[in-house]
């Protein structure tokens, strides 16, 4: 098997070189924010699950805000601005406000690098067909000056030989869109983590806010 694959990237000319160079750099790329991520996720649940959730529950704001405070997590940053502002006796709006505001700064850093996979894996489909037309353009014109009994066999030759930069191409294209799919499921799925704990947040202080009245 390793020894088709070598065989096959061979036979496949130079354009084979730039498109595996793509494909590792689109691979090294998946596999950092896939860990990233992941890391962000944990540290996300320990910090909501364990610091700031606990003593929101308890309306502790000040505990919850310490716990936001010491943690260096994208959902602490994000709740922790809210929260600032519910200390400060703010409106509803307010507080809503500057959560979407840290939001808006943890975003970026959870997208950053994935938007490059689809830029690579159409890249690496492009660098294939470059590679095909080329190979068929030095095909046929080593085919003209070919002895005629021969062209038939060199040129199918040579078009399969150039044919294999396209397949490759589509070989690494495919992978890295796939990848470039689940990151951004995976982001998604942190941002609405993030609108269910703010929406958490908010309901909390409109039931703060009823509770007064009630009793009234």
């Known amino acids: 098997m390793l020894d088709t694959v070598i065989r096959f990237f061979q036979e496949g000319g130079?354009?084979?070189y730039p498109i595996a160079i793509v494909l590792a750099l689109g691979l090294a790329i998946t596999l950092e924010r896939f860990l990233y991520l992941g890391a962000v996720r944990r540290r996300n649940r320990m910090a909501f699950e364990r610091g700031i959730l606990p003593a929101l529950q308890k309306r502790d704001y000040q505990r919850a805000m310490k716990a936001a405070s010491s943690s260096d997590?994208?959902?602490?940053s994000v709740l922790g601005a809210g929260i600032a502002r519910l200390i400060n006796n703010s409106r509803r709006e307010d507080i809503e406000y500057a959560m979407e505001e840290g939001l808006m700064e943890v975003l970026p850093r959870l997208e950053k690098r994935?938007?490059?996979?689809?830029t690579?894996?159409?890249?690496?489909?492009l660098l294939g067909l470059l590679g095909t037309i080329i190979g068929l353009i030095a095909a046929f014109t080593a085919v003209a000056a070919a002895d005629p009994a021969q062209k038939?066999?060199?040129?199918?030759?040579s078009i399969s030989v150039a044919m294999?930069?396209?397949?490759?191409?589509?070989?690494?294209?495919?992978?890295?869109?796939?990848?470039?799919?689940?990151?951004q499921t995976r982001?998604?799925?942190?941002?609405?983590?993030?609108?269910?704990?703010?929406v958490k947040l908010l309901n909390m202080v409109s039931e703060s806010a009823n509770r007064p009245a009630a009793a009234a």
Request: charged residues 5%; hydrophobic residues 55%; aromatic residues 8%.
């Open 114 to 118: 994935t938007q490059y996979l689809a």
């Open 152 to 157: 038939a066999s060199l040129l199918s030759e």
């Open 14 to 16: 130079p354009f084979m």
């Open 120 to 125: 690579l894996a159409n890249i690496a489909t």
């Open 164 to 183: 294999n930069t396209t397949a490759f191409g589509l070989m690494s294209a495919i992978p890295l869109l796939l990848f470039h799919a689940v990151l």
């Open 73 to 76: 997590s994208a959902i602490a």
């Open 187 to 198: 982001t998604n799925e942190i941002v609405d983590s993030f609108e269910m704990a703010g």
